[in-house]
């Protein structure tokens, strides 16, 4: 089993930024991909980014997100982060980090076996 937790959300401004950490605990060692996604009030959960967890694949987002987040892993602290900058109203949503054991798909709700509890971020206008 793998259990994840995030924190680091909050209520920013619009333009502001947040990091958002995903810590992982138990046979992270099964770990392939960790993946960042978020649910907005009345609308579907949807993909943000993905990071290989040990490296030696690729970063990828979601094209809203392009330029203004970054994902990074620090493994010793078998931690992700996502970093937000120039956030908007439209980042505002319920962010989620996932955990897959598989290689591809990254994109994909359903390849992701281990899911955290979320954490609000609330960009004001």
């Known amino acids: 089993q793998v259990h994840l937790v995030e924190s680091g959300g909050g209520l920013v401004q619009a333009g502001g930024s947040l990091r958002l950490s995903c810590a992982a605990s138990?046979?992270?060692?099964?770990?392939?991909?960790v993946g960042w996604f978020r649910q907005a009030p009345g609308k579907e959960r949807e993909f943000v980014t993905a990071?290989?967890?040990?490296?030696?694949?690729?970063?990828y987002y979601t094209d809203s997100v392009k330029g203004r987040f970054t994902s990074s892993r620090d493994n010793a602290k078998n931690t992700v982060y996502l970093q937000m900058n120039s956030l908007k109203p439209e980042d505002t949503a319920v962010y989620y980090c996932?955990?897959?054991?598989?290689?591809?798909?990254?994109?994909?709700?359903?390849?992701?076996?281990?899911w955290g509890q979320g954490t609000q971020v609330t960009v004001s206008s």
């Open positions: 138990g046979r992270t060692f099964s770990i392939y991909t």
């Open positions: 996932a955990a897959s054991r598989n290689s591809g798909n990254y994109y994909y709700q359903s390849a992701y076996g281990y």
């Open positions: 990071i290989t967890w040990s490296g030696g694949g690729g970063i």
